[in-house]
């Protein structure tokens, strides 16, 4: 049985990394997945929050948002309604755990870079899909300060990679990289945060339906270890790169 | 190796639940996990939010909160500062998606349920004492309210029972039910949520340091269904009790 | 003619002051004046607001809160609405003013103590009973910081006690400490807050219906200083108890 | 020994009330108690507010607010702040209050009157001017709106008049009508508001420094009525002219 | 044909200038335009806002706000909707704007006015009204502390004069200083900003129905600039007399 | 002397107009004024807000906004901070406003097209470049409206096109649509918004330095007629394209 799109149960979206997509930032990144879209900005400054100061340790934080009309219908814009939604909060605080999960403060020394994922458009794993495009731009942000000298450690601040992926179960069949419609219709929907070797750092699994048993969360998670890898290749092949 | 209170790795706090804590609201407990206190109130009225109106079916959300002096240093109030932060905003919604995972809504009919759950002391682990203790609440609400015929339908809007805690690795060990300073110091921080026949309504695991492996996320799930399947026995005493 | 819970007009409902009800806070106190029940914590902290350093004063202030359900019907939280109402306000700078009465700044120095009065349940004399359990509280925490060292001043910061009760014309009758049902009905409602010696830090009366005569607005004073006198006496009784 | 600015304990700082200051409002008063300058609006709107249709009885609510520059420090604009502060709040419950203690609501059928308090020039004394303005933009108002037979009932929806003034002590010396300079330096402070008859519909006084005994709170309300009573005169007499 | 209020076409209403409004500001005016009031005044704090500090340069800022009763239907309060709405953000930053192109920065040194602009009764050209108006609560303001030694600099901080009128297309008729009636009714509406030497400071012409002809334009310009002259000498005249 | 990127006084930047680069919305453009990169979006709605309903006329309206790292350095998102700016709201307005200018209300009937206008990359001319985008989405909503049948007049709402550029006097010469560049250096900056028969919708000119002569304001005039008449060309050729 194939899916809406025609794909396999354990098959990505086409995945499109566009690197230095904009002139300011210090790293910036088109990144698609299918049909969802995500602009991810890395900025970096010298400095780091008041709490942080003289700590000699750098920081790394995530906003995320949705443009209005990402999505079918429009949504009103958090600005004019004058407060950022609980969804919109914790995509951002995830993205965030996410990079900092592969980041050695110590050797970023005293600077910080906040990346902006800004959904375009959206067709579903808007979270998953600024993750991984995050953390090239976040990569491409890094080497532009050491490039600077801005950076003063000799060792790389980044300790490893990560990329991020949908799994869910839908009609009973465990499917990679859920586009909108199948993610609507899912019984349980994960998100999966790994590093390039393989190993997690966020597991988020949630019974939409009915609650989920060991075996098929088992399921799930292999899929996604495999999806993860997979995305890992892209995010190297994008980097190895001219920009 | 014993744990800074004296428990084995795989035991929970002392769990207590206080229920008809409070006289106004339809189903009131106190519960605490150790030095962890939250008082869940859950409020039950006729008639649903407008987007649900005409469907015939019912509404459970929740609140979370803190009081300012909950934790050890005092806190800010969020009405003071005049928006919700983005972690009161996460755990309102994980404790809303909980909750709703055993919920009827046909059955429960055009009716709402809103737990507020209040910390009013904090040592770890108060998302889950809110899912375990708002559960108990929830039950007594709707027992209330079949009690006054409020509740058309004649068969149980809960579909199940619910009950969550967490689960870390702290040097090395996986622990059950983690205090204050056991989850300051995990390397991994996992929040489990599961019906009374074990399987998962939410799964959310986090590395804080380093990425963890497959194999330690197995031990964690197993350390946190058999800790659930505890917490669901004292949740079904405690609802045997004349309240 | 007995009041609806058989009290006689001057009698106070049952009064309890539960000392070291938190761990975390420096003086915490769950005070309840019949169904009324309210946690006051007091935070104490080393340095002073901004506008004052430098004053080698001290400085005491509160917020008063109700929990969403301490009432009979669901109220929404205010950190939800994203402002504070006015009568949150109002009883906040209420309970500030009356324990700022007595209070030696100098003796403190400069130390802040906030005071959080969270009403856990309602049922009428919120305020009051908020502002004589905080004294409690404050007394502790000023007891604490002076154990510790952090009080540099010889003399006791605390040049006396501060008891609060309301008063009421219901059915033409003068009553003490109104119970909720009694405060509706109330034509005139009055709150006094008094020293242990009997004089008036604040008297703060409104005729809810007929305006109300001198004559009427004496029968309530005396009414009102006895109540203070006998909550007084409750006090010391709870500070002479080992916390 | 005399005032600050000559005049006697017992003396009223010269008030003017000057109405109809306003082309748009259907009532409007700017009123002045010596250098306190208050400019009352009385809006008269056909229809209440939701909570209150149906019924048959009218609303009366009053918004104070000070111009940034009415103080001899500018003060920050609310409206730049985004919340209201807690004594803005207090004063415009207080005003709303004082007013509907002389309001017949069935009288004033469905019909909403809104006072706008805009303090124009601040001396001390600013919510009694308030008080006693309004009552006179209101009085217009009603006036406005019963020739207009917008008010149906054949009975005066006023049941009286209604004044306010400020005493303390000061120096030890109880004042009437304190402006800036003898409020700041008041040890007691109260504000009174009395209908035309010599009856309180709000007392409240505060101890700024030392609590305050009984003979001396006896002292300041005596002050209070008599001053009231004269306030009760000008609004007659400015009512009484052609406006 | 003559306007509704019987002027020719190329007529101001009349315009008075009530310097020294207030007792407490630096500079403070009443201006009227008409039926148009609008209260503004000069606050001068030394010292700047923090990213202008160590400049040598100082500030001039203005706030524009409406009472609510001064329009023909009362307008909610910005400070209780806890917002500033479009239009107001709008006339307060093209006040600002217009003052700050008569200062010399650098003559007025590390000091800041604030322009408040505070609308007692509108009857069209508010703003221009309040920059007319506003100039010489500055000059006021800037005389006075030129007067105290508060500005160190020898040269005058002021450059020249500003003042500014509005005007329209009506009924296919340029017309000079709009009353609300007839800017209800104009097809095309124009704000000019002129210098006293008759240069442009600002320019905001808006088609409201139709698109406008160049030749048009022309015409509205020619109007505007012979209306601010004539402000121009009114302005003069003002700050002639002894305040 | 040749402009900074080469181009001569009278020259546009390159001008790109990308029809339906969003999957979801009525309308939507990508629109390129050099590397200043706009997204606009247009979502019709049938329908109207409110306090229009009943009149059969429709509604046209546009919110502005920058991505937080559009610009150079990094802003804060207007999200997050709770409030819109004065900047972003003045824009947005001034969209509207222009887009109302060519809209015939009753042919569009009671339906509503609000235009979204992001920009993902700024470096001048967000404002007109949001204006010349919106105009081409809004027509290609339009005509999707009037393709689903959902317009049911048969005359065409949109009565003309719009668009709109910067012109400014930089080192004393009148140049055509600015970079940000030569915005920051400019001595007056005029945006002007034409209709294609070269009549105005809006004209706003701010002297940002010394104040301008009428022969100024005439040379900028004149640039910035003709080049509107070129955009106008550009967004024909556009709506030409098959889409």
Chains 1, 2, 3, 4, 5, 6 share one sequence.
Not at 185 to 196: F, H, I, K, L
Request: net charge negative; charged share 25%; aromatic share 4%.
């Amino acid at each position: 049985m194939s899916r809406i799109d025609g794909r396999t149960p354990d098959q990505l979206r086409p995945v499109t990394i566009e690197r230095a997509w904009s002139k300011h930032a210090e790293g910036s990144v088109l990144v698609s997945f299918g049909d969802t879209r995500v602009l991810c900005t890395a900025s970096f400054t010298e400095g780091v929050p008041r709490w942080r100061k003289g700590s000699g340790e750098g920081w790394v934080t995530a906003e995320y948002a949705m443009l209005p009309r990402s999505t079918n219908t429009r949504g009103d814009r958090e600005s004019v309604r004058g407060k950022i939604g609980g969804r919109t909060h914790e995509i951002s605080r995830l993205i965030g755990r996410s990079l900092r999960a592969v980041i050695d403060y110590k050797a970023l020394g005293e600077n910080t870079v906040v990346l902006d994922c800004d959904v375009l458009q959206a067709d579903g794993g808007t979270r998953t899909a600024a993750i991984t495009g995050a953390y090239v731009a976040l990569a491409d942000a890094i080497g532009w300060a050491r490039g600077k000298k801005l950076i003063k450690a000799t060792r790389q601040p980044l300790t490893g990679t990560v990329s991020a992926v949908s799994v869910g179960i839908v009609g009973g069949v465990p499917l990679l990289d859920l586009c909108y419609e199948e993610d609507v219709r899912a019984e349980t929907d994960m998100n999966v945060v790994c590093t390039g070797d393989g190993r997690f750092v966020e597991v988020q699994g949630t019974a939409e339906g009915e609650p989920f048993a060991r075996e098929e969360l088992n399921g799930l998670l292999d899929l996604a270890v495999a999806g993860c890898d997979a995305l890992s290749g892209i995010q190297r092949a994008a980097l190895a790169e001219e920009s």
